[in-house]
Protein backbone atom coordinates (compact mmCIF):
# COMPACT_ATOMS: atom_id res chain seq x y z
CA UNK A 1 0.00 0.00 0.00
CA UNK A 2 1.35 3.60 -0.81
CA UNK A 3 1.03 6.10 1.68
CA UNK A 4 2.06 10.19 0.84
CA UNK A 5 4.23 11.71 3.21
CA UNK A 6 2.87 15.09 2.33
CA UNK A 7 5.50 17.45 3.95
CA UNK A 8 8.16 14.91 1.97
CA UNK A 9 6.98 15.24 -1.06
CA UNK A 10 7.58 11.48 -1.06
CA UNK A 11 5.31 7.66 -0.81
CA UNK A 12 6.27 5.32 0.98
CA UNK A 13 5.32 1.60 0.82
CA UNK A 14 3.49 -0.21 3.48
CA UNK A 15 3.36 -3.78 3.78
CA UNK A 16 0.47 -3.79 6.59
CA UNK A 17 0.63 -7.95 6.17
CA UNK A 18 3.37 -7.45 8.30
CA UNK A 19 1.32 -5.42 11.37
CA UNK A 20 0.55 -7.59 14.09
CA UNK A 21 -3.58 -8.12 15.10
CA UNK A 22 -2.99 -5.04 17.78
CA UNK A 23 -1.10 -2.37 15.55
CA UNK A 24 -4.05 -3.38 12.48
CA UNK A 25 -6.66 -2.23 15.36
CA UNK A 26 -5.04 0.82 15.92
CA UNK A 27 -4.41 1.76 12.31
CA UNK A 28 -7.91 1.13 11.26
CA UNK A 29 -9.43 3.04 14.57
CA UNK A 30 -6.74 5.87 13.59
CA UNK A 31 -7.89 6.00 9.88
CA UNK A 32 -11.51 5.27 11.01
CA UNK A 33 -11.65 8.05 12.99
CA UNK A 34 -9.67 10.83 10.95
CA UNK A 35 -12.68 9.96 8.20
CA UNK A 36 -15.35 10.39 10.15
CA UNK A 37 -14.29 13.61 11.52
CA UNK A 38 -13.16 14.80 7.90
CA UNK A 39 -16.31 14.42 6.85
CA UNK A 40 -17.80 17.46 9.17
CA UNK A 41 -14.90 19.44 9.42
CA UNK A 42 -16.90 22.64 7.41
CA UNK A 43 -19.18 22.37 10.41
CA UNK A 44 -17.29 25.24 12.13
CA UNK A 45 -18.47 27.89 14.70
CA UNK A 46 -18.94 30.33 11.66
CA UNK A 47 -20.82 28.40 9.32
CA UNK A 48 -23.21 27.25 12.51
CA UNK A 49 -22.69 29.42 15.54
CA UNK A 50 -25.56 27.61 17.70
CA UNK A 51 -23.19 24.70 19.66
CA UNK A 52 -26.26 22.08 19.76
CA UNK A 53 -27.44 22.61 15.93
CA UNK A 54 -23.44 22.06 15.35
CA UNK A 55 -22.80 19.36 16.87
CA UNK A 56 -25.97 17.75 15.20
CA UNK A 57 -24.89 18.64 12.05
CA UNK A 58 -21.51 16.98 12.71
CA UNK A 59 -22.87 14.06 13.90
CA UNK A 60 -25.36 13.48 10.76
CA UNK A 61 -22.40 14.14 8.40
CA UNK A 62 -20.14 11.47 10.05
CA UNK A 63 -23.03 9.10 10.36
CA UNK A 64 -23.37 10.06 6.51
CA UNK A 65 -19.85 9.09 5.82
CA UNK A 66 -19.99 5.92 7.98
CA UNK A 67 -22.95 4.64 5.56
CA UNK A 68 -21.30 5.62 2.93
CA UNK A 69 -18.48 3.43 3.71
CA UNK A 70 -20.20 0.57 4.62
CA UNK A 71 -21.67 1.08 1.04
CA UNK A 72 -18.34 1.01 -0.60
CA UNK A 73 -18.40 4.34 -1.54
CA UNK A 74 -15.12 6.62 -1.35
CA UNK A 75 -15.89 10.32 -2.52
CA UNK A 76 -16.81 10.29 -5.34
CA UNK A 77 -16.32 6.40 -6.84
CA UNK A 78 -17.52 3.51 -5.59
CA UNK A 79 -15.73 0.26 -4.83
CA UNK A 80 -18.37 -2.49 -6.04
CA UNK A 81 -18.25 -6.27 -5.28
CA UNK A 82 -16.14 -6.77 -8.85
CA UNK A 83 -12.86 -4.76 -7.45
CA UNK A 84 -10.52 -7.40 -7.85
CA UNK A 85 -8.20 -6.66 -4.45
CA UNK A 86 -6.00 -8.69 -5.30
CA UNK A 87 -5.07 -6.71 -8.59
CA UNK A 88 -5.24 -3.65 -6.54
CA UNK A 89 -2.38 -4.83 -4.16
CA UNK A 90 -0.57 -6.08 -7.39
CA UNK A 91 -0.89 -2.04 -9.33
CA UNK A 92 0.14 -0.66 -5.40
CA UNK A 93 3.17 -2.78 -5.68
CA UNK A 94 3.64 -1.46 -9.31
CA UNK A 95 3.51 2.09 -8.77
CA UNK A 96 6.28 1.15 -5.75
CA UNK A 97 8.47 -0.16 -8.11
CA UNK A 98 8.11 3.47 -9.91
CA UNK A 99 7.94 5.85 -7.17
CA UNK A 100 11.42 4.37 -5.70
CA UNK A 101 13.07 5.77 -9.10
CA UNK A 102 14.97 8.99 -8.43
CA UNK A 103 13.07 12.09 -8.65
CA UNK A 104 9.47 10.16 -10.00
CA UNK A 105 6.89 12.23 -8.03
CA UNK A 106 3.48 9.64 -9.01
CA UNK A 107 1.24 12.34 -8.38
CA UNK A 108 3.01 14.36 -11.45
CA UNK A 109 2.84 11.98 -13.96
CA UNK A 110 -0.39 11.17 -16.29
CA UNK A 111 -2.85 9.00 -14.52
CA UNK A 112 -3.69 6.71 -17.82
CA UNK A 113 0.14 6.66 -18.47
CA UNK A 114 1.00 5.51 -15.27
CA UNK A 115 -2.02 2.48 -15.24
CA UNK A 116 -0.41 1.56 -18.60
CA UNK A 117 2.91 0.92 -17.20
CA UNK A 118 1.37 -0.70 -14.46
CA UNK A 119 -0.67 -3.00 -16.49
CA UNK A 120 1.97 -3.95 -18.60
CA UNK A 121 4.53 -4.22 -15.41
CA UNK A 122 2.08 -6.34 -13.85
CA UNK A 123 1.56 -8.68 -17.05
CA UNK A 124 5.71 -8.76 -17.82
CA UNK A 125 6.40 -9.65 -13.84
CA UNK A 126 3.74 -12.86 -12.74
CA UNK A 127 5.26 -13.09 -9.38
CA UNK A 128 3.58 -10.00 -8.50
CA UNK A 129 0.66 -11.17 -8.58
CA UNK A 130 1.34 -13.92 -6.29
CA UNK A 131 2.79 -11.91 -3.98
CA UNK A 132 0.07 -9.66 -4.19
CA UNK A 133 -2.58 -12.67 -3.25
CA UNK A 134 0.01 -13.77 -0.26
CA UNK A 135 -0.54 -10.22 1.28
CA UNK A 136 -4.58 -9.92 0.75
CA UNK A 137 -4.84 -13.56 2.45
CA UNK A 138 -2.79 -12.31 5.40
CA UNK A 139 -4.53 -9.22 5.16
CA UNK A 140 -7.64 -11.01 5.77
CA UNK A 141 -6.65 -13.51 8.12
CA UNK A 142 -6.23 -10.51 9.94
CA UNK A 143 -9.03 -8.96 9.92
CA UNK A 144 -10.65 -12.31 10.60
CA UNK A 145 -8.84 -12.12 13.71
CA UNK A 146 -9.57 -8.70 14.70
CA UNK A 147 -11.92 -7.23 17.58
CA UNK A 148 -15.52 -6.78 15.70
CA UNK A 149 -16.67 -5.15 18.73
CA UNK A 150 -15.78 -1.36 17.28
CA UNK A 151 -17.54 1.37 18.64
CA UNK A 152 -18.47 3.70 16.46
CA UNK A 153 -19.68 6.69 18.62
CA UNK A 154 -16.33 5.90 21.01
CA UNK A 155 -14.51 7.16 17.73
CA UNK A 156 -16.85 10.32 17.16
CA UNK A 157 -15.41 12.42 20.20
Partial sequence: MQINIGKADRTIDVDVAAFTPAVMDYVIRYGLTQALNDAHSQ????????????????????????????????????????????????????????????????????????????DDYLARNPAIMEKARLQHAATMALVADSDDGIDIEALMS
Fill in 43 to 118: VTKKTQPDDAKRGEEAWALAMKKLDALKAGELRAERVTSTRDPVKAIALDMALAVLAARPGVKIAKLDKAKVRAWA
